[in-house]
């Protein structure tokens, strides 16, 4: 007995796996419809978020269509980056920056393929904290963003150079311990230190560096 195709369901996974615009003709490859078809879903899509009030929205440009955050929500979204970006490494986003570290420049599609999970919570976490950044895209089908490490990477976790990366299997306990003792700098600051004009405060000790 043939089961009949969720196809709102299929393609809200596939922007949402992807993360970046995905075309209409690709959709329509991987759902074996016809493009006029597959635009006629998405646009029902796109009305039906509408209505519900949904908290996300599908953005279509020149016939590529991307998941995304509505703009009236962006300043509770940004009081949680915030909010990230002052806490520690989680063990997903160590585990991403060790492979963007190593194998960069790197798509994301490659990282998840390593991992064997969604990468996009992690990645995004590493970007907001401009770890990494995105270098360019590859010159294939989609043409996906590179990703790789930044001069912040470096200077945040006293690297002069890629070349001074410890060995992979050190890699994330070097990191840890270095980001455990800038958040241990962090408490230790004054409240009022950053009303002082002069004073600056770095997150690895030149003694590190």
Known sequence: M???INYKS??????????EPLSLSKIAKILDLKASVVEEVIEEMIET??????GIQIVEVNKHYQLSTLRANYAYIEQLCATS??????????????????????????IEQIRGVNSDGPLQNLVERELVQVM???EKIGRP?????TD??????????????????DFVETITSRTAKA?????????DAFDQKDDTIDTISEEEA
């Not at 299929?10 to 993360?19: D, K, P, Q, R, Y």
């Not at 978020?49 to 949904?54: H, I, L, N, T």
């Not at 958040?183 to 409240?191: I, M, S, Y």
Request: net charge negative; aromatic share 10%.
């Open 49 to 54: 978020f509408k209505k519900e009030g949904r």
């Open 183 to 191: 958040a241990q700098v962090e408490e230790d600051v004054p409240e």
């Open 152 to 169: 912040t990477f470096l200077k945040s976790f006293g690297f002069k150079t890629l070349m001074d990366l410890p060995e992979v299997g």
């Open 85 to 110: 970006r002052n806490k520690g490494l989680s063990n997903s986003a160590l585990e991403v920056l060790a492979i963007i570290a190593y194998k960069q420049p790197i798509t994301k599609l490659d």
């Open 136 to 138: 360019g895209r590859l």
């Open 145 to 149: 963003q590179i990703y790789g490490t």
């Open 2 to 4: 043939e089961t009949s």
């Open 10 to 19: 299929v393609i809200e996974s596939l922007l949402f796996a992807w993360g």
